[in-house]
C-alpha cells in the first residue's frame, strides 16, 4: 500500500504514516528498509497489518536523484574541482565538453572516461538494491539516470576519439551490427592518434 509519512520521533523511533485507503498506521523503525530517515511527508510503500505498517520502502518518486540534478551538478564542475593530468580529470574532461562533437579526442580521454563510467554504473546498481529501486529485470533507477545523464557525452566524446583517427563519428552506428560492430569500435577507439587531420591537430602533440 502506498502512504505519506504524518509523524516521526526520532526519540521513540516511531512513526505515523496516512495509508492510501484514509486510514492511519503507527510504526517503528524496525520496519523501516531504507537507510535514510524517515521524514514528515515522504511517500512510502508498506504493508498493512492491522493498524501496523510494515516492511516500509521510500517510494520512488521520494528519491532526491533526477537528470536535470545529475546533469546541472556536472556542468558546474571546475578546473579547481580537477587534478591536472590525473585519470580523473579525463572523466571530468568528457563531463565539461558535454555535447561537443567536433575536435579530437585521445586515448586516454576516452577509456578513462569508460572506466570511471562503469565505476559510476556499478556503485549506482548497488544503492539502487539497498533502496529496493532495482527492478527484477535489473534495470535500477540511479544507475538509469545516470546512464541517461552521460549518453550524450558518451556519444561527444566517441566522436572525437574516431575523428583522433581520421574517420567519422557517424561510425559509431556501426555498432548496431551484432558483434562485427562492436569489435571494429573496440579496435578503432583503441588505435593511437593520427598527425594533424581535417578534424584539427594532434591532441598528443599539444601542450
Known amino acids: ?94 563531463l565539461k565538453k558535454y555535447a561537443t562533437f567536433t575536435g579530437r579526442a585521445k586515448r586516454a580521454e576516452y577509456w578513462y572516461f569508460v572506466l570511471f563510467s562503469t565505476i559510476a554504473s556499478i556503485i549506482l546498481t548497488i544503492l539502487d538494491a539497498i533502496f529496493g529501486t532495482l527492478s527484477p529485470s535489473g534495470t535500477g533507477l540511479l544507475s538509469g539516470i545516470y546512464s541517461l545523464a552521460v549518453f550524450i557525452p558518451a556519444l561527444a566524446v566517441g566522436a572525437r576519439r574516431l575523428h583522433d583517427i581520421g574517420k567519422s563519428g557517424w561510425w559509431q552506428l556501426i555498432a548496431i551490427v551484432p558483434v562485427i560492430g562492436a569489435i571494429l569500435l573496440i579496435v578503432w577507439f583503441a588505435t593511437d592518434s593520427k598527425e594533424n587531420n581535417q578534424y584539427g591537430k594532434n591532441p598528443k602533440r599539444v601542450a
Open 1 to 94: 500500500m502506498k502512504g505519506k509519512i504524518l509523524d516521526y520521533s526520532i526519540q521513540s523511533s516511531s512513526g505515523l504514516i496516512s495509508g492510501e485507503d484514509g486510514k492511519r498506521y503507527k510504526f517503528s523503525n524496525t520496519e523501516w528498509k531504507s537507510d535514510k530517515a524517515p521524514k514528515i511527508n515522504q511517500k512510502v510503500d508498506f504493508e498493512a497489518n492491522g493498524t501496523i505498517a510494515k516492511g516500509i520502502y521510500l517510494e520512488t518518486s521520494s528519491l532526491d536523484f533526477d537528470a536535470e540534478t545529475i546533469t546541472s551538478k556536472l556542468s558546474n564542475v571546475t578546473d579547481s574541482d580537477i587534478v591536472n593530468n590525473s585519470p580523473l580529470s579525463w572523466y571530468f574532461t568528457v
